[in-house]
C-alpha cells in the first residue's frame, strides 16, 4: 500500500507562510485555493494545529479534519479528531483507520514537526509573487538537511503564481 504524507502550503518568494498566527491567507491566489481544496480532497484527511484550525473557524467539508492539540475546547465548531502526542503516534492512529494519504496543511509548528519526524513523503507549495510583510516561515529550527526531487511545477495564473511538487528523497543528518 502506498503511504503518503504530504505538506500543502502558500508561501511568499522568501517562504513565508502567515503575516501573524491569525492570518486568514487572503492573498493567497484563487487558484492556489482551488488547488489546495482539490489536492486534499482527493486525500481525504487533513492535519493541522489548534490555531490553524481556529483560524479557518469551520471544518473543511468533504475532508476529516484533525486538530493537534492538547486543548479539548475551540473558539469554533469542533474537528473530527482532536490528537495530542508525538508526530508518530498521530500517524500511526490516522493509519489504523485506514488514512494512508494525510495532508498536513499548517501551521509552522506543525509543517516543522512533521517535516523533523522524517516521515514526510511529499511538499505541495505555491509561491506567490509578492513580498510579505515579516511573520511566519514555512519551517523553524530545521536541524537536518532534506533532498528534494522536483515531481511538477507550473503556473498557475497569469500573475506569476508557481505551483511545486517535491518528493522527499533522504534526509541528511546535521548539517
Not at 13 to 38: C, M, N, Q, V, Y
Not at 50 to 73: A, F
Amino acid at each position: 500500500m502506498d503511504t503518503k504524507i504530504r505538506l500543502l502550503a502558500v508561501t511568499d518568494i522568501r517562504g513565508t507562510i502567515a503575516i501573524a498566527e491569525d492570518d486568514r491567507i487572503e492573498w493567497g491566489s484563487p487558484e492556489d485555493k482551488r488547488l489546495f481544496k482539490e489536492i486534499t480532497t482527493e486525500s481525504g484527511v487533513v492535519v493541522m494545529g489548534r490555531k490553524t484550525y481556529e483560524t479557518i473557524g469551520r471544518k473543511l467539508p468533504g475532508r476529516y479534519n484533525v486538530v493537534l492539540s492538547s486543548k479539548g475546547h475551540f473558539s469554533c465548531e469542533a474537528p473530527d479528531l482532536v490528537l495530542s502526542g508525538s508526530i508518530n503516534d498521530v500517524v500511526k492512529i490516522l493509519f489504523e483507520r485506514g488514512f494512508t494519504d494525510i495532508c498536513v496543511i499548517g501551521g509552522q509548528s506543525i509543517f516543522s514537526q512533521f517535516l523533523k519526524s522524517g516521515m514526510v513523503t511529499d511538499l505541495h507549495l505555491t509561491v506567490e509573487p509578492m513580498v510579505l510583510p515579516d511573520g511566519l516561515n514555512l519551517f523553524s529550527n530545521i536541524d537536518k538537511q532534506f533532498s528534494l526531487h522536483l515531481e511538477k511545477a507550473h503556473i498557475l495564473n497569469s500573475k506569476g503564481s508557481i505551483y511545486i511538487h517535491y518528493r522527499i528523497e533522504k534526509v541528511e543528518s546535521k548539517i
